[in-house]
């Protein structure tokens, strides 16, 4: 992160596009939530060349932006054990924290993620009609509709577990708007994998964009949720396609980056002076070979609004501090020989004798004042290569396959860290569960500050032995968020998490 900036969004969309984009996505998301009539801008004034589709595509992402430039820390990483808070003052954060949620609280909200939902079904259903001359494209285009899809619903049933299923636009009422739940299996069976497999049909290989959906951005999620349905050979096999398929080419779109210096260059720096989501798709901007799958755009000078700020200023540089368990993990990882290299590169101490902020998305020795951080480019990482290195390496273990998953770990996550030498042997593991376990702290220490954490914990049903110590989690219920009480008072289909 520092100071460089591009301004300007692309000059080329249509603005009677985005005008219209705009016009059905506000009102589509109005609609979705609340019972009263809109204005139909129908389909024919929309949808009917690139420039059309190109700005209802970029919608989906710029809504997913808004959606996620909170929850993407909130549903992700808040309520697990990596963090304390620096002061005691009340905060929506600080009731993520000590697991004291409640109904009013903007991340029960899931309005954010069926607007962008909501944009996508209007994409699928409108895309195979439009003039686009270009078959790949328009295919792509489509492919990249259905991802973002079934990422959104993948959000949603991480946060909630059974939630309400649309595939087709909402623009009135007599199209089903107040539906009921449908249960996580069935999301995750019926219409997450079955949305990535189209995409993965339809997206061209050649589309390289970080910012957007790429093939590889697919397959990651694909085994992302092969590993909530605990289909372990599935995740392993979809992790051994993208190997397979990055071997076949002499200049990879993404690569397990051994070396710590540049991985945290990636972070720091290399977002600088790109271009928003509306670049060229065929063109790789950050570089062959890098870590990033997909990754959450943030240009904040282009934003001009101090409202979508990115929330990792204030949340890593002041707002939280790791936790006395992360704290003690990292620093007798750092106290040892061989010395793990990440407590250098992901932390760095904050203003209370020894406690630690996270500093991964900021240059060593570096600081950034609240001031000059909105000139400042970041990027969430939705999903980077060493995450899937991970899974694959968690999917072994289940599959019992004891020594390829650690040599997996040893060779490629421990070795960038310096201590390749001190990785445990098969014969330190009792059992399975403490090889998971093993793998889990190593995901927690490599993944922290990536909105990860949480979710491990819920996935691996590892919730109540976690956190119930820390600040009294003693059912596996609270593994879900509520759902906002909003939601609640619109929709009588729908009924409230246990426990809220």
């Known amino acids: 992160m520092n100071h460089q900036y591009k301004t300007g969004n692309p000059k080329h969309i249509l603005l009677k596009a985005i005008a219209i984009v705009s016009l059905f996505t506000i009102s589509a998301c109005n609609k979705f939530l609340e019972p009263e009539p809109i204005s139909e801008v129908t389909a024919e004034n929309m949808w009917q060349n690139q420039r059309d589709v190109k700005a209802g595509v970029g919608e989906i992402y710029s809504s997913f932006r808004d959606a996620l430039r909170l929850n993407f820390f909130d549903w992700g990483e808040l309520r697990s054990d990596n963090y304390v808070l620096t002061t005691e003052a009340a905060s929506d954060r600080g009731r993520l924290i000590s697991n004291q949620l409640t109904t009013d609280m903007g991340c029960t909200n899931w309005a954010g993620l069926y607007k962008v939902i909501n944009n996508a079904n209007f994409a699928i259903k409108n895309i195979p009609n439009a003039n686009l001359p270009n078959t790949i494209e328009k295919n792509d285009f489509l492919a990249q509709a259905y991802a973002m899809r079934a990422l959104c619903y993948f959000y949603a049933v991480r946060v ?24 996580k299996e069935e999301v995750l069976r019926d219409v997450i994998m079955p949305d990535l497999k189209r995409a993965e049909e339809l997206i061209d290989p050649a589309n390289v964009e970080r910012k957007r959906i790429s093939r590889f951005g697919i397959l990651a999620i694909q085994a992302d949720v092969s590993m909530w349905m605990e289909e372990y050979e599935e995740a392993d096999r979809t992790i051994d396609k993208v190997r397979s398929i990055l071997g076949a080419t002499s200049q990879p779109f993404t690569r397990f980056e051994p070396s710590m210096e540049v991985l945290k260059n990636t972070f720091v720096t290399d977002l600088n002076n790109k271009t928003g989501d509306m670049g060229d798709r065929l063109r790789d901007e950050y570089g062959a070979g890098n870590e990033l ?80 951080f909105p000139e400042c480019e970041v990027a969430y990482p939705v999903y980077r290569y060493t995450d899937l290195v991970l899974m694959q390496a968690e999917a072994k273990a289940h599959l019992d396959k004891f020594a390829d998953a650690l040599n997996l770990l040893s060779t490629t996550v421990r070795r960038r860290a310096g201590v390749e030498s001190s990785t445990k042997t098969q014969v330190s593991f009792a059992s399975r569960e403490d090889l998971v376990d093993y793998i889990l702290d190593e995901r927690q220490k490599e993944l922290v500050g990536e909105g990860k954490r949480w979710f491990d914990l819920v996935r691996t049903k590892r919730v109540v032995k976690v956190m119930g110590p820390i600040n009294g989690i003693t059912n596996e219920s609270q593994a879900l968020f509520p759902i906002s009480y909003i939601h609640i008072n619109q929709n009588p289909n729908i009924k409230q998490n246990t426990g809220y």
């Open 160 to 183: 909630w577990g059974a939630v309400p299923v649309y595939l087709e636009p909402i623009d009135n009422l007599d199209k089903g708007q107040f539906k009921e739940r449908t249960a």
């Open 293 to 372: 799958l997909f990754v959450i755009h943030f240009d904040l000078k282009e934003l001009n609004n101090v409202a979508q700020y990115s929330i990792i200023h204030n949340l890593f540089l002041s707002g939280v501090i790791l936790s006395p368990k992360l704290t003690g993990i990292f620093t007798a990882a750092a106290n040892t020989t061989p010395r793990d290299n990440r407590f250098d590169n992901y932390l760095k101490a904050s203003t209370l004798p020894g406690t630690y902020l996270v500093n991964k998305y900021v240059r060593n020795g570096g600081t950034i004042s609240f001031n000059a």
